[in-house]
């Protein structure tokens, strides 16, 4: 609520107010979102995988909580200029050392937010943007992702599989995965220097975990290497020409019959009643390839890697996919 009083309002000065093509449903909208929170909870007293609460909410945390917030909240105002300015570009004229190494797409300031994924500073906040941004559901609506991996994880010695996180950002998602499987052999892997750092700090105690650089669309693994793979809110801030190259990259280091758990956005026709509201999220935020994204299909993509789709699940605004790959 305080962010929303220092931003300008979802419309820009001087141009005309935005309107859906799809009439956004509140009562959906309402009802999604609690079924999240009760799927959630489901999920905790089956058993796939702990109480988020005990981690979640710590005395000893508040003071970093505070502290995140009170940064992001410093922040709002700057994001807020980019947004009415639609300066998303900001990051391809930045002083950051050695931009030659990420592609073009990805020196862009996603959401406005300042440095893009190129600083300590956005590395620190991010997760607190997405909380803010989200109404307290980002981590409810990953833990879909991970209730998947624990349902696949069912029966087998957890020492003995290999996972990996794909674009794992701050390492907040593996986190949540070692809490409930501390054994696991879990890689995460991340383009950006920053965020990779961060995962490692918070993946530190966990001796058999690694967190690498890299590229999505060309990773540095061997062919068959790992039994899972997990991307979270990946493809949609993809270009359309590199969704196809990171789906072949996955099926190139899964192992057969292993399975590509994607976690992302809802797109047109998941949940009827939200199809308006995933129209406002690309004019109020720099997202470049989000509306394509929304009508785009994963299927021939991935039937041509190898993939066949097993199972999906609804968790608000995200949407569980699980694809296994042929054995």
């Known amino acids: ?40 909870r489901a999920n905790v007293e089956a058993g796939l995988y702990p109480d988020p609460v005990r981690r979640e909410f710590r005395l000893q945390d508040l003071p970093r909580t505070l502290g995140r917030a009170r940064m992001f909240l410093s922040d709002v105002a700057e994001v807020d200029r980019r947004r009415v300015e639609r300066d998303g570009t900001e990051v391809r004229a930045s002083e950051q050392a050695d931009l030659s190494r990420f592609p073009a797409y990805y020196r862009q300031n996603f959401h406005y937010q300042t440095d893009g994924w190129l600083s300590d500073d956005s590395a620190r906040i991010y997760d607190h943007q997405v909380e803010a941004l989200f109404t307290g559901s980002g981590d409810a609506m990953r833990r879909a992702a991970l209730a998947e991996l624990a349902r696949e994880l069912s029966g087998t010695d957890q020492r003995q599989v290999k996972v990996m996180d794909l674009a794992c950002g701050t390492g907040r998602f593996m986190t949540q995965v070692l809490d409930a499987f501390p054994r696991l052999n879990l890689t995460g892997v991340d383009l950006s220097p920053n965020y990779a750092n961060a995962a490692r700090r ?32 990946l493809f949609h801030e993809l270009p359309p020409r590199v969704r196809p190259q990171v789906i072949a990259e996955a099926a190139r280091v899964l192992k057969p019959s292993g399975t590509f758990i994607v976690a992302d956005s809802l797109q047109f026709g998941d949940n009827p009643g939200l199809d308006g ?51």
């Open 1 to 40: 609520m305080l962010a929303r009083r220092r931003s300008a309002g979802f419309n820009r000065p001087g141009e005309p107010v935005f309107k859906p093509q799809n009439k956004p449903d509140l009562k959906a909208m309402r009802a999604a979102y609690f079924d999240l929170f009760r799927n959630d």
């Open 202 to 233: 918070a993946v530190r105690r966990w001796s058999q975990v690694d967190v690498v650089e890299g590229q999505a669309e060309a990773l540095p693994f061997a062919d068959n290497t790992f039994d899972h793979l997990i991307s979270i809110y």
């Open 277 to 327: 509201f995933l129209e406002y999220f690309p004019e109020g935020f720099h997202e470049p390839y989000y509306k394509g994204y929304l009508r785009w299909d994963f299927t021939p993509d991935m039937n041509a890697s190898g993939f066949h789709a097993d199972r999906t699940q609804l968790a608000f605004l995200t949407k569980v996919k699980v694809w296994r790959k042929a054995g």
